[in-house]
């Protein structure tokens, strides 16, 4: 499986960000597709995952609310639209995968990682 991550950028706290996350690869319905981000000093953190089979969601507390995870199955993407952005939110934001059997909502559950893409929030 391949990701390939974009979306990131420069925003104003209460700012919107879209992040896209085109992957390919066999079997991309069985994935538990996940995005984690990691700030400077920080380890990296979940922030929302997404069950491709089925669109079941599963959130951090921290983005409840603001961000909402999909996927659109006919062109093999998964989205994070990111709303009522925070300074707090700044970090590179990562795309992955994690196929079955799936483990919890970290980062060494999952398998693939694509290349991350930077988001700023300034305040």
């Known amino acids: 499986?391949?990701?390939q991550?974009?979306?990131g950028g420069l925003v104003q706290a209460g700012g919107s960000l879209r992040l896209s996350c085109a992957a390919s690869g066999r079997?991309?319905?069985t994935y538990v597709m996940g995005w984690f981000r990691q700030a400077p000093g920080k380890e990296r953190e979940f922030v929302a995952r997404i069950i491709w089979r089925?669109?079941?969601?599963?959130?951090?507390d921290s983005v409840k609310g603001r961000f909402?995870?999909?996927r659109d199955n006919?062109?093999?993407t998964v989205y994070l639209q990111m709303n009522s952005l925070k300074p707090e939110d700044t970090g590179v934001?990562?795309?992955?995968?994690d196929s079955p059997p799936y483990g919890p909502a970290r980062p060494a559950s999952?398998?693939?990682w694509g290349q991350g893409t930077q988001v700023t929030v300034s305040s």
């Not at 669109?55 to 951090?60: D, L, Q």
């Not at 934001?93 to 995968?97: F, N, P, S």
């Open 93 to 97: 934001y990562y795309c992955a995968a």
């Open 54 to 60: 089925g669109g079941m969601t599963y959130y951090a």
């Open 110 to 112: 999952y398998d693939y």
């Open 74 to 76: 006919a062109k093999n």
């Open 1 to 3: 499986v391949q990701l």
């Open 5 to 7: 991550a974009c979306g």
């Open 68 to 70: 909402t995870i999909s």
């Open 27 to 29: 079997a991309l319905s």
